[in-house]
């Protein structure tokens, strides 16, 4: 008689999502619109969407966000299609959140949009900096909930009613708080250290007079890969929402000697939690601090012209709202099979630059134009450096860029591009 076999499977089973949206009839994305986002988000951290169900509200319930019938719905949803988890698309307080739970059943998670972001962040975060960032925005998202956890320890102990609030839940509700107010402080600390480390490096690159160009855009458009096409910088590239987290500076050439310095930072989303703008101030610092400011959107996207107002949001946030900004249409390979659509979208936006990151097309255009810009912040200028002044060669080496250098009998003759931001240090020697 052969022995049965039996197989084990170790495949990670994904857990099973319902979405919930409201709609309140004065939001810019419409709620099905804003839920189809809310499911990739969901299936990049790794869950199943098997459900979504929306509700036109005047406002929020109190109580449970959507209606009780409503709340009532997605219980027995849960239950009958198994499901582990119930994500919402917008922010809820913690008492809401503690009532959800309350009526779809304690085997069922009920999280936010926030929550959701905050776990893909998690994921992604690669350095130690984007690490610590990201556990510092959870632990500021976590503190006002802890009560809604640790609610049940007293209710279980003293049968609830009155004269339950208080003994071994509140006790350990205190020691929570205090834990997580500590782990809060540790690490702003430990970010403040980084960020002290980011602002020295930052200061050097302004004092060195380079031209600094700063991708900003909405989470997928395409900026690592726009980055990679125009520097061969090999940064990490998929077809994911929030796929890079933490900032990358490359060199950048261009023609007629024109050099500068672009940066790629982490992509912005619609209702992009707040904690989160906070948590990553330093990397955003590189957008504020920046001479130019790509603004890279998905031309194939239906939401394109939505998610450049919500870029702009942000860039208003961090107080980058009056750095010159080029918007960089990215993707225009997608739209082959429209014919006419690429020429009507470029009479309607004659001031944008339209690319294709993946094919190089418009490439050079974008090039061009960005050396134009850097031209402008770069006068060409004509020196005559005695030779005792050796230092002002070098500094003009190091700190602009040289066309040519001619020795005559009196001193150094130099052709070179300098910021604007330097032009004081060489008037004393400038002839032309």
Not at 14 to 40: H, K, M, Q, Y
Not at 56 to 64: A, I, Y
Not at 292 to 306: E, F, Y
Not at 399 to 417: A, I, K, N
Request: hydrophobic residues 40%.
């Amino acid at each position: 008689m052969s022995a049965t076999k039996f197989e084990v499977s170790t495949a990670v089973v994904p857990e099973r999502a319902i979405l919930v949206g409201v709609d309140f009839g004065n939001s810019t994305w419409p709620v099905d619109e804003s839920l189809e986002e809310l499911a990739r988000l969901t299936e990049t951290a790794g869950a199943e969407v098997v459900k979504i169900v929306s509700q036109k509200l005047e406002s929020p319930n109190p109580r449970t966000f959507i209606g009780t019938g409503k709340a009532e719905e997605i219980a027995e949803l849960a239950r009958d299609l198994n499901c582990d988890l119930v994500v919402f698309d917008d922010e809820l307080t913690p008492s809401q959140q503690s009532n959800l739970e309350h009526v779809v059943g304690s085997s069922v998670k009920v999280i936010d949009r926030t929550a959701l972001i905050l776990d893909i962040f998690a994921l992604h975060a690669t350095t130690r900096e984007g690490r610590l960032q990201v556990r510092l925005a959870q632990n500021k998202y976590l503190y006002p909930r802890l009560r809604g956890m640790w609610g049940h320890l007293a209710s279980n102990r003293m049968g609830g009613g009155v004269g339950s609030r208080f003994g071994e839940g509140e006790s350990q509700l205190e020691v929570d708080r205090r834990l997580v107010r500590k782990r809060i402080s540790t690490l702003r600390r430990e970010l403040e250290d980084l960020a002290s480390n980011r602002d020295t490096q930052r200061k050097n690159r302004n004092e060195s007079g380079v031209f600094r160009i700063a991708l900003a855009g909405y989470t997928n458009a395409g900026k690592s890969s726009l980055m990679n096409a125009l520097t061969s910088a090999n940064v990490l590239a998929y077809d994911k929402l929030f796929a890079t987290l933490d900032s990358t500076t490359r060199q950048l050439e261009l023609v007629d000697g024109c050099k500068a310095t672009i940066t790629d930072t982490v992509g912005f989303i619609q209702k992009l939690p707040h904690g989160l703008v906070e948590s990553f101030r330093s990397t955003l610092d590189e957008i504020r601090e920046a001479s130019l400011i790509l603004l890279v959107a998905d031309i194939s996207s239906k939401q394109c012209s939505r998610q450049i107002a919500a870029v702009q949001s942000v860039l208003d946030e961090i107080g980058a709202e009056t750095i010159p900004t080029f918007v960089v249409y990215n993707k225009i390979d997608l739209l082959k099979d429209e014919p006419g659509s690429l020429s009507r979208l470029k009479d309607l936006h004659p001031d944008a630059l339209f690319v294709s990151a993946a094919t190089g097309e418009g490439l050079d255009k974008l090039q061009e134009t960005l050396a134009r810009h850097i031209l402008r912040d770069m006068p060409l200028l004509k020196l005559a450096v005695p030779y005792a002044k050796g230092n002002i060669v070098e500094k003009a080496h190091t700190l602009g860029t040289v066309l040519s250098e001619e020795y005559t009998e009196t001193g150094t003759l130099l052709t070179v591009r300098i910021s604007r931001e330097q032009l004081a240090e060489f008037s004393p020697y400038i002839v032309e």
